[in-house]
Nanobody, 124 residues
Framework: QVQLVESGGGLVQAGGSLRLSCAASGRTFSDYVMGWFRQTPGKERVFVAAISRSGGTTRYEDSVKGRFTIARDNAKNLVFLQMNSLRPEDTAVYSC?????????????????WGQGTQVTVSS
């Protein structure tokens, strides 16, 4: 059973930064694309960023391009989301997820394991 555990969320002022981490269990972490999604109350989960198995390919949702960076450390089974220039509209619960797909995909359906999420709140 795969477990994904996020950390690093919190309260930050607009313009500030946070770094989210996701620790994955299992010995085949490098075999999977990893992604970050976010969700606000009453709304569907939406794509934020994803990274290929080697880390060589990344994809971002348009509103976070140039502000967020996804990275991974396959030796430590970790995936990160560095979030800079945060805005109030970035406030959400952020979850990491594992994809069975080879290509880096942005759709929720491509991801089969999810973490519990970590709250990010950006004050204006």
């Amino acid at each position: 059973q795969v477990q994904l555990v996020e950390s690093g969320g919190g309260l930050v002022q607009a313009g500030g930064s946070l770094r989210l981490s996701c620790a994955a269990s299992g010995r085949t972490f490098s075999d999977y694309v990893m992604g970050w999604f976010r969700q606000t109350p009453g709304k569907e989960r939406v794509f934020v960023a994803a990274i290929s198995r080697s880390g060589g390919t990344t994809r971002y949702e348009d509103s976070v391009k140039g502000r967020f960076t996804i990275a991974r450390d396959n030796a430590k089974n970790l995936v990160f989301l560095q979030m800079n220039s945060l805005r109030p509209e970035d406030t959400a619960v952020y979850s990491c997820a594992r994809s069975r797909s080879g290509p880096v995909r942005t759709d929720v359906a491509a991801y089969d394991y999810w973490g519990q999420g970590t709250q990010v709140t950006v004050s204006s």
